[in-house]
């Protein structure tokens, strides 16, 4: 599996958001770091063919996703940093709506969503309507619908705003645990240096549109030297 952006630009009338981006993503954790505005969300909003480059390719497998949209879509699973919900709706009810969206079989569905719901700590909150959920339950109902489908191509925008530490820790281990089980490509997108280290092997800095710094094996002096970036941003 290969997800591969070549020169993605993204500009709105004069403005450049995304300038000249290159990557090559393999089965892993990978992290995109950089300050709100940077660009992190139009850069996911591209990979999930929500919105159109002005420049630039996504190659699925070596060939265009324009030319395998619904093969692709169907690898494909995302948290988007704006989900919406449907408060009336229960935890259960939600997932099972997601599923059907995404093309899953009742009998797949019911059992894909009671695994997730308890592996991301909802289990006991599945019956209950999602206007009663706070923030945190919320940010975790969303990244299981992300995984409904087992895709091959996580994207996960700022997964771990609202959660507490715990939870960060739960949804952490669930992530490295999926990547293992499946050779998935998991990309997760963050603006706090402490949410992606100790998951992600590979990082990316994003500063205005522009990748600065790709490290491909985030060792001791590689965290050293984004905890210094951090500090003086």
Do not use: W
């Amino acid at each position: 599996m290969e997800l591969t952006l070549q020169n993605i630009t993204k500009k709105y009338e004069r403005v450049l958001v995304l300038n000249d981006i290159s990557l090559t993503l393999k089965p892993g954790i990978y992290g995109l770091l950089g300050a709100n505005g940077a660009g992190k969300t139009t850069l996911f909003r591209i990979i999930c063919r929500l919105m159109e480059p002005t420049h630039g390719s996504i190659k699925f497998n070596g060939k265009n996703v324009n030319q395998q949209a619904e093969a692709y879509r169907t690898n494909l699973g995302f948290l988007p940093q704006d989900f919406s919900y449907y408060p009336d709706f229960t935890g259960m009810r939600f997932m099972l709506y997601i599923a059907a969206l995404k093309g899953l079989n009742n009998t797949v569905a019911k059992k894909r969503s009671l695994e997730l719901l308890k592996q991301v700590g909802l289990e006991e909150m599945k019956d209950i309507k999602i206007r009663k959920y706070s923030g945190g339950m919320k940010q975790r109902l969303g990244i299981a619908q992300a995984m409904l489908n087992n895709p091959q191509i996580l994207i996960l925008d700022e997964p771990f705003n609202f959660l507490d530490p715990s939870s960060q820790s739960v949804i952490k281990h669930l992530l490295k645990s999926y990547n293992e089980e499946t050779g998935a490509t998991v990309l997760i997108s963050s603006h706090n240096l402490n949410h992606t280290t100790d998951i992600c092997p590979r990082i990316a800095l994003l500063e205005n549109g522009v990748i600065i710094r790709d490290i491909k094996n985030v060792d001791n002096s590689a965290e050293k030297e984004l905890e210094d970036y951090f500090n003086v941003e």
